[in-house]
Nanobody
Framework: QVQLVESGGGLVQAGDSLRLSCASS????????MGWFRQAPGKEREFVAA????????LYADSLKGRVTVSRDTAKNTLYLQMNSLKPEDTAVYYC???????????????WGRGTQVTVSS
């Protein structure tokens, strides 16, 4: 099992930047890929970004490309999401996840954190 705990969320103003973290524990040696998702009130969960744990290859949602950067520190078993130029529509609960269960990085994952709230005020 892998446990994931997100942190770094909060209330910010439009235009601000925020860095989210996701600390992993447990069977971290089994982690192959990690991703970030978000879910706004009344909306479906949305893919944000993903990264290959060993090679570092990345994938971004087209709508967020250029404003977010996913990275990882393998020594600390921690995943990051740097978000810049935040907008009110970025308000959501942000989740990290590990190990996709299908052939894409945009869908289902095996392990999920509980999420961290990001609220962007206008």
């Amino acid at each position: 099992q892998v446990q994931l705990v997100e942190s770094g969320g909060g209330l910010v103003q439009a235009g601000d930047s925020l860095r989210l973290s996701c600390a992993s524990s447990g069977r971290t040696a089994s982690i192959l890929t990690m991703g970030w998702f978000r879910q706004a009130p009344g909306k479906e969960r949305e893919f944000v970004a993903a990264i290959a744990w060993t090679g570092g290859w990345t994938l971004y949602a087209d709508s967020l490309k250029g404003r977010v950067t996913v990275s990882r520190d393998t020594a600390k078993n921690t995943l990051y999401l740097q978000m810049n130029s935040l907008k009110p529509e970025d308000t959501a609960v942000y989740y990290c996840a590990a190990n996709p269960t299908d052939g894409t990085w945009r869908g289902q994952y095996t392990y999920w954190g509980r999420g961290t709230q990001v609220t962007v005020s206008s």
